[in-house]
Each structure stands twice: as structure tokens, then as C-alpha cells.
């Protein structure tokens, strides 16, 4: 027996189709998205499950599940959709006895939680999974989803390592109608960034000496010594700024440190009253932000080696 992955996430705005499911090709194998409940277009829904099978091991069925949830949070950010991968929490529950009773679930037939997130069950057609919905409307062109899953094909390596929990939290600004909690997410994506950064070699050298100095000249003073503990403890952390300084200079974006100063010093305004923008300008502000943040964030993913969509050019600047 082998196995199938199913990959249930919560996208940003449908699809523009009248068409159930569509197929595309991830590493050479068959990826068939669809509309969840599956009796839906996918015009009129936001769930959808992406099915792969074939999998001769459960290990081998996780690893692609993997690079597919990679694959759909880069294209659905390249594309600004957004996309909630979903933690692999059951998003209903039903009583398998009760189902049983009722005839609704076979003597062979086995239940399977309606996983938000990945799933690896057995490749046959005993799977059963039960839901319960409800309704809520902007679509999006399938065409350009496929299209750039497509892309990904050309990509070495499709799994970047510090963009990973940027590209999330930017496909969660895509999705989110608030505008200030657009900007909020798109920031907090890059600083999250450049909390990877630290002191170099000779800056640590520094401020070690720095702190000897204090100590030396400071016996006997209780307000040297406390500073010289201080520069120990707490100068060796970046601040956020000089964290996604570091960024924007590996990066090749070294000129953009003023823009993000720009963009950062109207979203402390807002939040700390001081500055004052109509509905019409902070909603500009948001998309000024998540542009600027997503530009940084995609290009960390191409320094790690993805393919970005071509999509994304149009969404966020030229790469």
C-alpha cells in the first residue's frame, strides 16, 4: 500500500474558475488542486486541498508535502494572494461511531481529520473526511498560480531557510483586509529577518575591551561597573534597525536603509498618535509597506537559492 499527501490551506481570495480542481506539475509529479467542499467552483470558495499520490513511503510522502507547502507560500506571496498554511489542526470534528451508525462511514472505510495543514494517509479510496461549512468575495487567475508553480520547476534548491517565516507572515498581510495590521505584519517579516544577525568578530572585540576599560579604571565605582555588566550583557544583540540594516546590505540594498526609516517612522506615528492619515492614505501606507517588505523578504528566498515567479517582478519591483 502506498501513500498520498493532502494539503488543506485557507487562500487570501478565490480563484477566477467555474472549474472544480486544477492540476499542475511539482518535481515531475501531478499536484490536482481543489475547491473545498469539493462540490463547489472554486470561484465561490476560499479552502482548497492540493493532492499528490504515488508516495511508496509515508517518509517520502512528508518530504514532498514539505516542498509543496513551500512552493504554494512562495507563489501565493509572488502572486499577492496570501495563503494560511494552517498549523495541522483539525479544522472540524465529527464522532466516527456516530458515523458509523448512521451509515455514512463503511465497515472498511476509514475517518480522516479535516486537516488544516498537511496530511499523509494511505493511497487508496477508503479515506473519508467529513465537514461542516459555512459562507462568506475579490478572485484570483488560476492561470497565474500554475504558471508559476511551473517557475519553481527551475529551482535548485525551493527551500529557503531564513525567508521561510518572513514569506508566511507577508502571505498573512496579503490576506488581512486591516490595513494597519497589513503594515504590522509586512515589518514584523523583515525584522524577524535580521534577528538572525549579530556583532561581527571585531565589533565583539570591542566592546569587550570597552567593558575592561570600565572595570579597570572602575574599582571602587559601582555606576562604571554596572555600565561595563551592561555592555557585556546587552550590546551583544542587534537592535532591530541595525539587524535589518545588515539585511538590506547583504542584500544589495544598502541605499534602501532611508526608505525603511521613511516607511517605519509613519507606522510609529500611527501607533503612537502622532501622526494623523485619512483611511484612503494609511491604506496606501499598507501596500507602500507590504511592497517594500516583500521585495526584501523575496530576494532573501532567491539568495537561498528559489525560483522566484516572474509574477513577482509586477507586484513587487524587478528581481
Keep these: 500500500m502506498g501513500f498520498r499527501i493532502r494539503l488543506k490551506v485557507r487562500l487570501g481570495k478565490p480563484f477566477t474558475s467555474n472549474e472544480t480542481n486544477l492540476s499542475f506539475l511539482l518535481s515531475e509529479r501531478e499536484v490536482v488542486l481543489k475547491s473545498w467542499p469539493p462540490d463547489r467552483p472554486l470561484k465561490e470558495v476560499v479552502w482548497v486541498t492540493l493532492v499528490a499520490k504515488g508516495f ?61 495543514g498537511l496530511t499523509v494517509v494511505p493511497d487508496d479510496d477508503l479515506n473519508k473526511i467529513m465537514h461542516i461549512s459555512g459562507k462568506g468575495s475579490v478572485t484570483a487567475a488560476p492561470g497565474l498560480f500554475v504558471e508559476s508553480m511551473h517557475e519553481l520547476e527551475k529551482s535548485p534548491s525551493n527551500q529557503p531557510k531564513r525567508a521561510i517565516l518572513g514569506v508566511h507572515l507577508l502571505n498573512f498581510a496579503c490576506m488581512n483586509p ?3 495590521a497589513k503594515a504590522v505584519l509586512a515589518f514584523s517579516a523583515v525584522e524577524e529577518l535580521g534577528q ?5 568578530e571585531k565589533q565583539r572585540a570591542l566592546i ?13 565605582d559601582v555606576e562604571k561597573l554596572e ?17 535589518v540594516k545588515r539585511v538590506l546590505e547583504e542584500l544589495g540594498l544598502a541605499d534602501q536603509i532611508r526608505e525603511w526609516d521613511r516607511l517605519y517612522s509613519i507606522r510609529s506615528g500611527l501607533f503612537h498618535g502622532t501622526t494623523q492619515l485619512s483611511a484612503t492614505e494609511t491604506s496606501k501606507f499598507a501596500n507602500e509597506a507590504l511592497d517594500f ?19 513577482a517582478n509586477s507586484n513587487f519591483g524587478d528581481f
Design 56 to 116: 511508496e513511503t509515508n517518509e517520502e510522502a512528508a518530504a514532498f508535502g514539505e516542498h509543496l507547502k513551500t512552493s504554494v507560500a512562495i507563489v501565493c506571496l509572488a502572486t499577492k494572494q496570501g495563503v494560511d498554511m494552517g498549523e495541522g489542526n483539525p479544522t472540524s470534528s465529527v464522532n466516527e461511531a456516530w458515523l458509523r451508525e448512521q451509515g455514512a462511514l463503511g465497515q472498511r472505510e476509514r475517518l480522516v481529520d479535516d486537516i488544516h
Design 178 to 180: 486591516e490595513a494597519l
Design 196 to 200: 538572525g544577525e549579530g556583532w561581527s
Design 208 to 220: 569587550n575591551e570597552l567593558a575592561s576599560q570600565l572595570e579597570e579604571s572602575g574599582a571602587g
Design 227 to 243: 555600565i561595563a555588566d551592561g555592555l557585556r550583557r546587552s550590546f551583544f544583540r542587534l537592535s532591530l534597525r541595525q539587524g
Design 293 to 311: 517588505c516583500g521585495r526584501i523578504i523575496l530576494l532573501k528566498a532567491r539568495q537561498e537559492g528559489v525560483q522566484i515567479p516572474e509574477i
